[in-house]
């Protein structure tokens, strides 16, 4: 059984027999190349898969539970294609995300270019109170660093953006990334109590009754 909505098989209580979770929308975007699929891969299994590069052909995603200040929170992380042909297809995706993390390749002078194009492109169609957080990925290739961390510092602060550097490889900060993420999305939303965006759940309920997080089919 899955859920009809967000993919999971079940419901994760907590331990005073309430279940309280909210589902949030994470996208991965970037150039092709720079390694979404693998910094999520990394995420998800804690393994890197070396070998040929095999771009991302349309969009998937993948749920992880993450418990922030006894809150579960349901990362629905979706990566996209970083290829331009793929491009009209993220866009429908932007509007309904609340994080967004935008990953260059620090050993690609141009994929850390063309992050001010992707920046403008989320401005466009994403909503406005978006988390954006933009990642240094590779940060393992020492060797070949093309992109000095206080340049992406630097463009981070630009654009109030959160930074950090990755790598999909080691797993230096996969899990940070993803754990500022869900906490600023928290925290943001503890500040604005009227009307969180949670997109789909925030549920709580006693141990005996089923769980209504879910829409089961
Ligand atoms: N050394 C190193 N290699 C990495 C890292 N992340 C990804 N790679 C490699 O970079 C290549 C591209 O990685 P992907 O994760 O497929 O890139 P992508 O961003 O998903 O690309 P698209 O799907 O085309 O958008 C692969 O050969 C990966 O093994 C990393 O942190 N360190
Ligand atoms: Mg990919």
Redesign the pocket.
């Known amino acids: 059984r899955s859920c009809k909505q967000c993919g999971l098989t079940d419901c994760e209580r907590s331990d005073n027999g309430m279940s309280r979770n909210v589902l949030m929308w994470t996208i991965l975007v970037?150039?092709?190349?720079?390694?979404?699929?693998?910094?999520l891969v990394q995420f998800d299994q804690g393994k890197?898969?070396?070998?040929?590069?095999?771009?991302?052909v349309g969009i998937g995603f993948t749920n992880k539970v993450l418990t922030v200040d006894e809150l579960k929170v349901r990362l629905q992380i979706w990566?996209?294609?970083?290829?331009e042909r793929f491009r009209s297809v993220t866009h429908a995706y932007y509007r309904d995300a609340q994080a967004l993390l935008l990953?260059y390749d620090i050993t690609s002078r141009s994929s850390f270019d063309n992050t001010r194009a992707w920046l403008t492109e989320i401005h466009e169609y994403a909503q406005d109170d978006v988390v954006i957080m933009l990642l240094g990925?590779?940060?393992?290739?020492a060797s070949a660093r093309a992109i000095r961390r206080d340049e992406g510092e630097k463009l981070a602060r630009e654009y109030g953006v959160i930074f950090l550097e990755?790598?999909?490889?080691?797993g230096l900060n996969v899990d940070e990334a993803f754990m500022t993420v869900a906490k600023e999305l928290v925290s943001r939303s503890v500040q604005l109590p009227v009307e969180p965006r949670f997109h789909l759940h925030d549920v709580m309920r006693p141990e005996n009754e089923p769980s209504a997080c879910c829409s089961f089919s």
Do not use: E
């Open positions: 970037g150039d092709s190349g720079v390694g979404k699929t693998s910094l890197f898969i070396p070998g040929s590069f095999s771009a991302t990566d996209t294609a970083g290829q990953l990925n590779k940060s393992d290739m990755t790598s999909a490889k080691t």
